[in-house]
């Protein structure tokens, strides 16, 4: 079985100030985790993704995201956030278990992110 | 390369009547997954198809169906619709090659139903 948390439900900050967003997983496999965005009536963009490789993932618009298996955590970052990131953020799992994990991405719950002039 | 599209992007149905959506993966993709998006509760995998069968199901009634043709398009059919099928539903397609695929999300199409 696979579940994320996202342990927040909003996050507003000041534009130029840093974004953090959190998030909290669990699954019986190794997992592949994606961070996804989705701009008002829009799809999903994906802004970044981590498979194994190395535990610092750096994905698009200057988003950052570290894998820590000892806390089971994947939280977003980035340094200095832009009026055009608010949006909704989606952390996401699928597990590398073969069968009932094909084509199966487990979504948390979002995170909508503000920024302020 | 185009990205994922679905058609309708808007419809409106009364509650009893049936509906199809449509998608069309990326070029070579041979992956289609279907999930539905609600504010109550968030998005939800439905179904996944990869070379015209289903890989994979979601915790979702019998209404809910789907199949995907030669050229890797899909459709989703929802049967007797119910008031809480209101929904957004994505479609997103991969190459199916492998566990940690890339999944590409479509606009999706919004079911409002009366």
């Known amino acids: 079985a696979q579940s994320v948390t996202q342990l927040d439900s909003h996050v507003s900050v000041s534009e130029g100030t840093p974004v953090l967003l959190r998030c909290n997983y669990s699954s019986s496999y190794s997992p592949s985790l994606f961070w996804y965005v989705q701009h008002p009536n829009k799809g999903l963009q994906l802004l970044l993704k981590?498979?194994?490789?190395?535990?610092l993932v750096k994905g698009i618009n200057g988003f950052e995201a570290e894998f820590k298996k000892s806390e089971t955590s994947f939280h977003l970052t980035k340094p200095s956030a832009h009026m055009s990131d608010a949006a909704e953020y989606f952390c996401v799992v699928m597990s590398n278990a073969g069968g009932t994990s094909y084509g199966k991405l487990t979504f948390g719950q979002g995170t909508i992110l503000t920024v302020h002039p | 390369k185009a990205g994922v599209t679905q058609t309708p992007r808007y419809l409106i149905k009364t509650r009893g009547q049936q509906v199809t959506l449509s998608c069309s993966p990326i070029?070579?993709?041979?992956?289609v997954s279907w999930y539905q998006q609600t504010p109550g509760q968030g998005l939800q995998f439905l179904f996944e198809y990869f070379s015209e069968t289903q890989r994979n199901k979601g915790n979702f009634p019998g209404r809910f169906s789907g199949r995907q043709f030669s050229n890797s398009r899909s459709e989703m059919n929802v049967s007797t619709l119910e008031l809480g099928d209101s929904a957004l539903y994505l479609c997103?397609?991969?190459?199916?090659?492998?566990?940690?695929?890339?999944?590409?999300f479509g606009p999706g199409t919004r079911l409002t139903v009366l």
């Open positions: 981590y498979t194994s490789a190395a535990t």
């Open positions: 070029s070579g993709h041979r992956s």
């Open positions: 997103a397609s991969s190459s199916g090659d492998g566990y940690a695929d890339t999944q590409y």
